[in-house]
């Protein structure tokens, strides 16, 4: 897996109600996996293109320091009390927020951000930091969001190729450590069909076919987690409705990236993107390591099955 495994897990601190939540979500995972939590706070640098004078630009950077400064402490406090006896540290740190957590990523077991952020000394706003971080981070993301309920499952897209094999591993390693039930979802659809086709189809045969990869994804997880109970779902419709629904009663839905390149949208993909923006519940996004990001998403479609999967909009 990408990422330090003995690595602590990091929260995006920016003083808003979202990233205490994300700060009381990590904070029973990091003591759960046996690591420190580590809060960053970043504070970006001084517009270069505002006229100001020195001295009012010093101010305004230093009230904003100051101002991180004491969002870590609240941090802290939240995360002492959601985990007692949890190791805890927190930094400023100068820069932007998403390089700044990226950069944390290298060295990181897990980065955790809130769902929206206040826009103030980081921004941590899903829509800028939040996407960039879960698409460009080393380490697997997890965006903390709607329901928090970690007594429930958890979720999983597959779609049998190296690539989603990386967010296998993290789903079962988090059903390992936190309990509950594993549901794994491969979810196919044929594209740009042509209804005049469809009643020629031998779907019985395709369904068959798609049930074979998702056993093939999931044997070798089930043999180094025996304990771990599997709940197969096998649907052909839309990836991103597919997951959805699943994620209703989850308490995090596993997602793995396409790889990095160099358009955000197609590193994280269509679906991962609705989930982070919609699902019920936290979403982690889990990277392949960089040997396995080989494969592309045409080659990997070819080698594993004759129908177009959705699934892999989510996972590669």
């Known amino acids: 897996m990408a990422g330090m495994v003995g690595g602590a897990v990091v929260v995006g601190i920016d003083g808003s109600d979202h990233a205490l939540e994300a700060v009381r979500w990590a904070a029973p995972e990091a003591r759960g996996r046996g690591v420190r939590l580590r809060l960053v706070a970043a504070v970006r640098p001084p517009r270069a293109d505002l006229v100001l ?8 950077h230093l009230a904003r320091m100051q101002a991180a400064r004491k969002s870590v ?6 995360a002492a009390t ?10 400023v740190v100068g820069g932007m927020p998403a390089a700044v957590l990226a950069e944390e990523s290298r060295t990181a077991a897990l980065v955790v951000v809130g769902n929206r952020g206040r826009g103030g000394f980081t921004g941590l706003l899903l829509g800028s930091v939040g996407l960039t971080l879960a698409a460009e981070a080393t380490c697997p993301v997890v965006v903390v969001r709607g329901r928090t309920d970690r007594g429930r499952g958890v979720v999983v897209g597959v779609d049998g190729t190296p690539l989603g094999d990386a967010a296998l591993g993290f789903a079962f390693a988090e059903v390992a450590e936190r309990g509950g039930l594993l549901v794994a979802v ?13 009643p020629l189809l031998d779907w019985d045969a395709i369904a068959a076919d798609e049930r074979e990869v998702l056993d093939r994804a999931l044997a070798p997880w089930e043999e180094k987690f025996p304990g771990v109970g599997v709940r197969r779902v096998l649907v052909r419709e839309n990836a991103a409705k597919a997951l959805m629904e699943q994620a209703g ?9 396409r790889g990095r390149g160099a ?3 197609l590193v994280l993909g269509s679906v991962g993107q609705a989930l982070l923006h919609h699902a019920p519940c936290p979403v982690a996004v889990v990277h392949a390591p960089v ?16 129908a177009t999967d959705a699934t892999q909009e989510v996972v590669r």
């Open 186 to 198: 491969r979810a196919w659809a044929e594209a740009a069909l042509d209804p005049f086709l469809e």
């Open 73 to 78: 402490e609240t941090a802290a406090a939240a």
């Open 263 to 265: 358009v955000r949208g």
């Open 249 to 257: 009663t989850a308490a995090l839905v596993v997602v793995g990236s």
């Open 291 to 306: 040997a396995a990001e080989g494969p592309t998403a045409n080659e990997s479609t070819a080698t594993e099955s004759t």
């Open 53 to 60: 004078p020195p001295r009012e630009a010093d101010t305004q």
């Open 82 to 91: 959601a985990a007692p006896g949890l190791e805890i540290d927190g930094e």
